[in-house]
């Protein structure tokens, strides 16, 4: 087991990131750590307390049905084969994977964004707590988080659900450098007052 971070909690957030999945390894966390991480990943503002969404929790043998799916739906819609090979590839770099999956209630009074928002936030709040416990996370879409046909081979899901994130998890093989972060006086205007 890795050892728990040691940042403050501010500096934690002004230093943290993800670990793409090719420099992570196993092991992943084990179940009584992963339950920790996703019930901190559960803690998210959630307007109207919908809990707009689930985690389906994918080790190896799941995995490996994630990228086989990928490659047998992917090639029969005719994608980019070569788009197709890197995106089943991480599944099969990932030590474990937890697919996030946004359960809306579009009978509520709460917009889809709120909803969306609220599963997006429970896929941020998982890599930051695997990066927080010692792992590292990484967050990938692509089509087949939103294909109608990959969603209900994958996990029996109808439209409007969908996945807001496959959050691979692992122990940090490798560092990844610093990426361009944003220019705050760029994106911030402060009231004169
Ligand atoms: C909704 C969402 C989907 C993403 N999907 C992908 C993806 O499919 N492929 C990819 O390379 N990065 C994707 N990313 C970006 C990475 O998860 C991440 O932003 C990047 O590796 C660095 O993030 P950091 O600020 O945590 O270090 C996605 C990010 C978000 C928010």
Do not use: Y
């Not at 009074?109 to 896929?123: D, H, R, W, Y």
């Amino acid at each position: 087991m890795p050892d728990m971070d040691t940042r403050t909690p501010l500096d934690f957030l002004l230093t943290r990131r993800s670990v793409p999945v090719k420099m992570l390894s196993a092991p992943a966390p084990d179940d009584a750590t992963l339950r920790q991480l996703l019930t901190a990943a559960a803690r998210v503002p959630d307007h109207g307390k919908l809990v707009p969404f689930r985690f389906a929790v994918l080790r190896r043998q799941g995995i490996d049905r994630l990228a086989r799916l990928t490659r047998e739906i992917g090639t029969a819609q005719g994608r980019d084969p070569d788009k197709l090979i890197k995106q089943a590839a991480a599944f099969d770099d990932a030590p474990l994977t937890v697919a996030v999956i946004c359960t809306p209630n579009l009978g509520s009074p709460v917009p889809l964004i709120e909803q969306e928002s609220a599963a997006a936030l429970a896929c941020l709040s998982l890599v930051n707590a695997a990066e927080a416990a010692g792992f590292g996370g990484h967050w990938l879409t692509g089509w087949m988080a939103r294909d109608p046909e990959f969603l209900e081979a994958a996990f029996n899901l109808a439209e409007p659900q969908a996945v807001s994130g496959f959050i691979h998890l692992g122990t940090v093989k490798t560092q990844p450098a610093e990426r361009p972060r944003p220019d705050l006086d760029a994106i911030t205007t402060w009231d004169a007052s």
